[in-house]
């Protein structure tokens, strides 16, 4: 067997020890004579594994007893319509456009009411994260929406938006248990969890109990609206179920390894190693304002198409994959989720430093 560091950006790496458990667990799940992904959703046992699952999420996050958590399928992206179609009781929403993902938010709202773009940083390609302070927020606006961590573009948010007094919902999937966050500070907290927590095909949303109503759009079908699933505790129709019992190992880890407080302590650490080599280097250089840079996401490029085509390609072969950045940005990406470990990040600089030097 051989492991690479897997720089992708998502579907990602996850921390070695939860892949063993879960292979160890594979043809009998302790004692139950079968794997997790051979039973009944309505099981005991996996009632067990569902409900500790929670109870570690809500431990990690420090999450208060008036927010709901949901595990839903459709991936981050169906959040784009469950959150208009169900917060949009004024028709009205502030989006900041941060990022294609932030933008695929609001185009989607668009169907559904008046979603206004408040700010954006599309005049610098989503290079920055925009003056948040004092937007045009409208007093009879539902949200304020924003995409925390643009996975993309290789942004965060270091100081949330004021909304004056709105309800904030934010898209945290590629920041997600990265580092400490006040869950009381959010309306709905949502990410899909395939970049940071487990395998794709599923979203965690937490959300305030107020905002789960009956008064949905009308239209909104039962499966997108939140009611339906916070009562019946994720379990309205068979849920991801393997998904959530690697979310579930993948939360134990995260406690085991000191929880959050710890993650962000590690994750500034990995991403120092990284930027402060960027920084200097003469070939490589990052691609965002230092003062709006990702610890999860680091673009880079060297400037030159053919140059960046041939760094990838002779670090796939030293085993350091999926650096290529998006589609729609080229260069490089390096995508060092919780579970990159910091050793993985050393061997990329020392890599990027040995083809710096190979190649000025
Ligand atoms: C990956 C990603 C999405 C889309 O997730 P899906 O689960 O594929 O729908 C949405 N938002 C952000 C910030 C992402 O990184």
Not at 37 to 49: L, T
Not at 268 to 280: F, R, T
Request: proline share 4%; aromatic share 10%; glycine share 8%.
């Amino acid at each position: 067997m051989s492991r690479v560091y897997n720089f992708s950006a998502g579907p990602a790496v996850l921390p070695e020890e939860v892949l063993k458990e879960a292979a160890d667990e594979m043809l009998d799940y302790k004692g139950s004579g079968m794997s997790v992904m051979e039973m009944s959703h309505r099981s005991k046992v996996y009632d067990g594994i569902i409900k500790e699952a929670e109870a570690d999420l809500r431990e990690l996050m420090n999450i208060p007893d008036n927010y709901k958590v949901l595990f839903l399928q459709g991936g981050a992206s169906q959040q784009f319509a469950m959150i208009p179609m169900n917060l949009m009781k004024n028709r009205k929403a502030a989006y900041i456009v941060t990022g294609q993902w932030a933008k695929k938010a609001y185009q989607e709202a668009k169907i559904y009411g008046d979603a206004v773009e408040v700010a954006s940083s599309a005049d610098k390609t989503f290079s920055y994260i925009p003056d948040c302070s004092d937007l045009p927020i409208s007093p009879d606006a539902d949200y304020v929406y924003i995409c925390e961590n643009n996975t993309i573009y290789g942004t965060k948010y270091k100081t949330l938006p004021n909304t004056k007094g709105k309800t904030l919902v934010a898209d945290v999937s590629s920041c997600f248990l990265s580092e400490p966050v006040d869950v009381s500070k959010y309306g709905i907290i949502y990410g899909g969890v395939q970049k940071n927590i487990g395998p794709a095909g599923m979203v965690i949303v937490i959300i305030r109990e107020d905002l789960i109503t009956e008064d949905v759009l009308p239209g909104t079908p039962t499966m997108l609206t939140y009611k339906t699933h916070a009562d019946a505790g994720s379990l309205y129709n068979t849920p991801n179920a393997y998904c959530i019992y690697v979310c579930g190992k993948v939360f134990k880890w995260l406690k085991a390894m000191g929880g959050l407080e710890e993650m962000k302590k590690r994750n500034e650490e990995k991403a120092k190693i990284l930027y402060d080599y960027l920084d200097q280097s003469k070939m490589f250089h990052g691609t965002v304002v230092a003062e709006d840079r990702s610890l999860m996401n680091v673009p880079f490029v060297t400037g030159d198409k053919d140059m960046d085509a041939k760094f990838v390609k002779e670090a796939t072969a030293a085993g350091l994959v999926n650096l290529k950045g998006h589609r729609t940005v080229g260069g490089m990406r390096a995508s060092i989720y919780n579970a990159m470990p910091k050793e993985g990040v050393e061997a990329l600089v020392a890599f990027m430093k040995k083809f710096e030097e190979e190649n000025a």
